[in-house]
Nanobody, 121 residues
């Protein structure tokens, strides 16, 4: 079963840091672009950051300078380092990725189950 597994969420005080991880597992031949999205209560899911296989990154304006996305292609894993966290960063964070599974000739888009990040004193 191909899936994206997130980890690293939790409760942190304002100004603190967290590091999220997302590992692609299963019969995967290749992993393309990956990214992180978030959804706060009562709001639509929004892009946080994306990274191509070559390492080009893109960030939402609200997290520029505070968050950093990175990846390990050998481990099929993407990370999100979150610093200077604010209460408004509270949301469920979802991993997203384009995966090429062994039985296919095309990349397909997958979502993880999400991990809760709560920023509160």
């Amino acid at each position: 079963q191909v899936q994206l597994l997130e980890s690293g969420g939790g409760l942190v005080q304002p100004g603190g840091s967290l590091r999220l991880s997302c590992a692609a597992s299963g019969s995967i031949r290749s992993v393309g672009a990956m990214g992180w999205y978030r959804q706060a209560p009562g709001k639509q899911r929004e892009l946080v950051a994306t990274i191509t296989r070559a390492g080009s990154t893109n960030y939402a304006d609200s997290v520029k300078g505070r968050f950093a996305i990175s990846r390990d292609n050998a481990e099929n894993t993407v990370y999100l380092q979150m610093n200077s966290l604010k209460p408004e960063d509270t949301a469920v964070y979802y991993c997203n990725g384009d995966l090429l599974i062994r039985a296919s000739i095309r990349y397909a888009n997958y979502w993880g189950q999400g991990t809760q990040v709560t920023v509160s004193s």
